[in-house]
């Protein structure tokens, strides 16, 4: 006999029914619609933010990404970055990544977190000059910066749907780096 049996026979109720268990969903701290914490630090700040951190490792080949749980997330980074590529170590509840698939981690954290904080990366990495905003390397040709500079303004182009502050930055960008060229500046 269950329990719920002998308390019906001694109350005097012939057959009662099982008591429903109220269960409800555990719902991320700030209610947002994301999936829970993993506790640690990071996750949701005060300001009711998702955050994510990407370390820079000393050896320069490996990054460290410490996130708030989210099966969303890592499902779709399990798909995006080959196996060989990524690795998960549950002592420390971080995911290290080859640095080569930088591109596409940041891709996937800008989709499911809403900040990503960058630590102990080399000042060279982090800059934001006119050579990061047209997405060259420091001392591309004049003809490279041309073709950048037109790619960047068809895809940003506010009649085109693009963002004008974005837009604004490139024409900036392009600008001062032509303006070192014709001021001197040597044509490699």
């Known amino acids: 006999m269950t329990w719920h049996k002998i308390l019906g026979q001694i109350q005097g109720i012939p057959n009662p029914k099982k008591p429903k268990r109220r269960t409800q ?36 080949g490996i990054i460290a990404l410490e996130a708030p749980f989210d099966r969303e997330f890592t499902e779709s980074m399990k798909k995006s970055l080959p196996t060989k590529k990524r690795t998960w170590d549950a002592n420390d509840k971080v995911w290290y990544v080859v640095r080569d698939q930088l591109d596409k981690l940041c891709h996937l954290l800008d989709q499911y977190f809403d900040e990503t904080i960058l630590l102990d990366f080399p000042a060279a990495e982090v800059r934001n000059d006119s050579w990061t905003k047209l997405m060259l390397v420091e001392g591309a040709p004049m003809e490279l910066i041309r073709a950048a500079y037109r790619v960047l303004s068809v ?23 032509m303006q070192g060229f014709t001021n001197g500046g040597d044509e490699q």
């Open 155 to 177: 895809k940003h182009h506010p009649d085109k749907g693009g963002d004008p502050e974005r837009m604004k930055e490139i024409n900036l960008a392009y600008k001062d780096l």
């Open 25 to 60: 969903k555990m719902r991320p701290l700030g209610g947002g619609p994301r999936g829970t914490t993993t506790g640690r630090i990071y996750g949701r700040s005060s300001y009711g933010r998702r955050v994510a951190s990407l370390r820079y490792l000393p050896n320069g």
